[in-house]
């Protein structure tokens, strides 16, 4: 089946300081992926939907400027967590729909937990 | 608006006892997807079954069994002899288009399920 996976599966950071997280599908193309944020306790929430060689959508309430993502290759997409605060510290999921299309299973990665300190 | 409501927060089991997971569902779309998937502690996500909106035969897995019901916009998760391994958070996402965006992903609120030996 298909593999998405996610570097650094956790990470811990000072106040201020930029935080990037990759995933990557490891046997398929992706030219879309969708990045969550999951505080505890809480469900997954839609952040943003990461598109190959153009620019990122977010969701209403997602700040752009804090929350880069770079969809680089049909492979690769980058979260970068700029000037992190503890208010940040999460667990952070990407995903990719099957190459059947966004109808199709959406596979998951195995999250990066964020602790800004 | 879509929306999924799993209005059970926690469900304590013993161990061998069947348990049902509720999830009801709001969209105005014809066309949609149905997910249920098991997060444990560990926090990856774990995929359980997709239903799409045309499809409401029920279906059976082993101990697992969903019953979706279009009349009632529910799509419930039963456990049968529920076991320890069990014990996990549950999700249960729809999944719908959006115009020149692709397919969207809404989870619920997740039932954590702690199955007692």
């Known amino acids: 089946g298909a593999v998405v996976s996610q570097h650094p599966s956790w990470v811990i950071c000072k106040s201020g300081t930029s935080v990037k997280i990759e995933c990557r599908s490891l046997d398929f193309q992706a030219t879309t992926m969708f990045w969550y944020r999951q505080f505890p306790k809480q469900s997954l929430m839609l952040m943003a939907t990461s598109n190959e060689g153009s620019k990122a959508t977010y969701e209403q309430g997602v700040e752009k400027d804090k929350f880069l993502i770079n969809h680089a290759s049909l492979t690769l997409s980058t979260l970068t967590v700029t000037s992190a605060h503890p208010e940040d510290s999460s667990f952070y999921i990407c995903?990719?729909?099957?190459?059947?299309?966004?109808?199709?299973?959406?596979?998951f990665g195995p999250g990066t937990r964020l602790t800004v300190l | 608006a879509q929306k999924v409501t799993q209005a059970q927060t926690e469900i304590s089991v013993v161990e061998k006892e069947d348990v049902t997971l509720d999830c009801v569902y709001e969209?105005?779309?014809?066309?949609?997807?149905l997910f249920w998937y098991k997060q444990p502690p560990s926090g990856e996500l774990v995929f359980l079954i997709r239903?799409?909106?045309?499809?409401?035969q029920n279906e059976i897995s082993g101990r697992y069994s969903w019953n979706f019901q279009k009349s009632t916009s529910s799509f419930n998760f039963t456990i049968t002899a529920s076991q320890v391994v069990d014990s996990a958070v549950y999700f249960c996402a729809l999944l719908y288009m959006i115009y020149n965006q692709g397919g969207k992903l809404i989870f619920g609120q997740g039932t954590e399920l702690s199955v007692k030996p």
């Open positions: 995903s990719a729909p099957g190459t059947s299309g966004v109808n199709n299973e959406q596979f």
């Open positions: 239903r799409n909106s045309f499809d409401e």
């Open positions: 969209t105005r779309d014809t066309t949609y997807y």
